[in-house]
């Protein structure tokens, strides 16, 4: 991965930093509804941790991409 690749990733994770912190806010102002909002947030993230989890110990993933799918 060079310089500007890592930049790229860099620059998208603080955008969307950003955004999640804005639509949290958001969701926070319009409290009653905004619950609905802030609990859909919460269940993505947290299937997004465990696919991300998952794929980090996932040993067979790494020796297929590295060694098969040339």
């Not at 993505?44 to 110990?57: D, S």
Request: aromatic fraction near 10%.
């Amino acid at each position: 991965m060079d310089n500007y690749e890592k930049l790229g990733y860099t620059l998208l994770a603080i955008i969307a930093v950003i955004y999640l912190i804005a639509m949290l806010v958001g969701m926070i102002t319009v409290f009653p509804f905004g619950l609905l909002g802030l609990l859909l947030i919460a269940g993505v993230g947290v299937l997004m941790v465990k696919v991300i989890k998952e794929r980090l110990q996932n040993k067979e993933d790494d020796y297929y991409s590295k060694e098969i799918d040339k």
